[in-house]
């Protein structure tokens, strides 16, 4: 009876374990998250609380995340009320919509040369993003800083070369026929923020800039997104599509509590090729099973076959004697392709200097210096740009003011031919480079030919990629002027007359290069 009692306590303490660990088992929680409207929010944060564990939403909304039973989920985004949900045992799939997190006195800028309002008198939504969330990124571009960051909007790269283009859209925003970019404004001047195509070079093969590559990321003070239909009606046809309007330093009304401030922001980093393909290295050049040193494919004989070829240049003996009939082992070049491409660096650097003189605060002051270089991650492919400007505002009367702008940048972007493909004659470094055989070890053997300087590459009917991203490209340059001036008199307590002017005006020179030696024509030595 003892060993009865004994046996039964022991097989209860079990069932409990059992019980106890069932229920500190994991669970997969799902869900999708949205704001007010429904449309999704990518890159919220979600955390399993008072844990490290965490996810994050993808670019439609979605997350999934492994937690237990009893915990609870912290959802935080930035400009949204943060939401906890606790996880219980039917829990599978949670959708969550946050809420814009608004401060009902809070005044947005709203129209030209300034106008506001106050948030809660708004028919629209509105995001808000300072200095600190947009200067010292590794971005050049300062729409491709905002990424992430806004919900209900898409930023696309038109490519993925330093200087390339960029797509911006408010979702649901669109046009077939036109163009779905937003109205910019900066300092309540309408901004040219457009794309000149270049045509002609090369069956387009080259990176043209959005204009607003000229905008020093660290030179912004904040930026609004007007989304909505009823947006628009400030702004007519031009805010179709949304507005974005962006405030520099120079052109901001803020107060300064000092009399003198100097700030100094550097950062530094790298550019590389976000992915490529998973190359195999079992199979050479050739078909059938069979080495063919004039293909393309990669369907030759195996590389384990302990073979010999030709060099790529051993017919080439009367420009370069020491492969004349040289022989060389059948092997692959595992990271022909990746070596190919390099790591770039990109720095920026930007001095602010802002005052204001006299105790009264009635007069200000901004001056601002920028220095961008970016080296991509293809050779030969980079971005120089200066910026400087000038702002200030003074109150010469108890109803006078004046203020204004004046801000100049130059800006340079240098790129070899890039084209998808090598149709309608245009030059392509991918298409040379990303289909080479796998036992091609381009970055040592020679790309130009001693004499002439012309292509030199396995194939006569191909220029080899490395003397197109030395002898082959685009070069663009823009010069740029954008400020304002404005003159305010206050007549009462509650009206005021006001005049502004404000000008955007831009020089852009595109120019395409091709050294002859190269067999697409018209750049061939013919």
Known sequence: MKMKTKFSGILTLLLALVVQISFAQEKTISGTVTDDSGLPLPGVNIIVKSTTNGT????????????????????????????????TASSSMMNVTMAEGETLDAVVLTGYGGATK?????????????????ENKPESD??????GKVAGVQIVGNSG?????????IRGRSSINGSNQPLFIVDGVPFDSGTNQQTGFGGGNTVTSSRFLDLDPNNVESVQILKGLSASV??????????????????????????????????????????????????????????NSGYVGNWGARFDAGLEVSHPYASFGNLFPEYDGLKIPYV??????????????????SVNVAGSPGNDGNTRYNLNFGYTTEDGYIRNNGLTRYNIGLGGSTKLSNKFSFNGTANFSSTRVNTPPIAANNAGGALSIFTRTLFMPRNLDLNNIPYENPNDRSSVYYRTDQENPRWLSNYAGSEQKTNRFYGKIGASYEMSENSSISYRFGLDTYNET???????????APYTTG
């Open 142 to 147: 300062v729409v491709r800083s905002l990424n």
């Open 234 to 291: 400030l702004y007519g046809q031009q805010g179709r599509n949304g507005v974005v309007l962006i405030t520099t330093k120079n052109g901001s009304t803020k107060n300064l509590n000092k009399k003198f401030e100097v700030t100094v922001n550097s950062s530094v980093y790298q550019t590389q090729i976000s992915n490529l393909a998973d190359y195999q290295n079992e199979y050479g050049q050739g078909a059938d099973n069979t080495i």
């Open 56 to 87: 994050q939403s993808d670019f439609d909304g979605n997350y999934s995340i492994s937690t237990e039973v009893g915990q609870s989920l912290v959802y935080s985004y930035v400009g949204f009320d943060s939401q906890v949900k606790l996880v």
């Open 510 to 520: 595109q120019e395409f290069k091709a050294a002859r030696g190269s067999v697409t």
């Open 161 to 169: 070369a330093t200087g390339s283009g960029t797509n911006f859209v």
């Open 332 to 349: 692959a070049a595992p990271n022909n392709v990746k070596d190919f491409f390099r790591t770039g660096l990109g720095q920026s650097m």
């Open 118 to 134: 106050e948030r809660k008198s708004l028919g629209y939504a509105v995001t808000t993003l300072q200095a600190d969330e947009i």
